[in-house]
């Protein structure tokens, strides 16, 4: 069973800019879906970003720009970098994933992913 551990949260002022990680353990197979999800207190969990065994890469719309996801295989760890944050952007960043698939249009939905990271805090103030 993969485990996801994120790191890289913290308090920052609108337009800084913030690089999450999240590492993984266990086996790793070929092919894989990779997210960063968003949850703010009272809201739903969003899609931010996703990337997938083929290097392909999705980005939501109010992210576009501003946010960049990669992987380093070598590490088996997952970024998110952050710049131009807002204080919107304020909430628990998750990393999830799923085996044995590429991304497609599903894996915009929590649902899509079995595997989750404990989450690490984003606070941005204005």
């Known amino acids: 069973q993969v485990q996801l551990v994120e790191s890289g949260g913290g308090s920052v002022q609108g337009g800084g800019s913030l690089r999450l990680s999240c590492t993984a353990s266990g086996y790793i197979y070929s092919s894989y879906c990779m997210g960063w999800f968003r949850q703010a207190p009272g809201k739903e969990r969003d899609g931010v970003a996703r990337i997938d065994s083929n290097g392909r890469t999705w980005y939501a719309d109010s992210v576009t720009g501003r946010v960049t996801i990669s992987q380093d295989n070598a590490k088996n760890t997952l970024y998110l970098q952050m710049n131009s944050l807002k204080p919107e952007d304020t909430a628990m960043y998750y990393c999830?994933?799923?085996?044995?698939?590429?991304?497609?249009?599903?894996?915009?939905?929590?649902?899509?992913?079995?595997?989750w990271g404990q989450g690490t805090q984003v606070i941005v103030s204005s």
């Open positions: 999830a994933a799923r085996m044995h698939s590429a991304c497609y249009s599903a894996s915009w939905m929590p649902s899509f992913f079995g595997i």
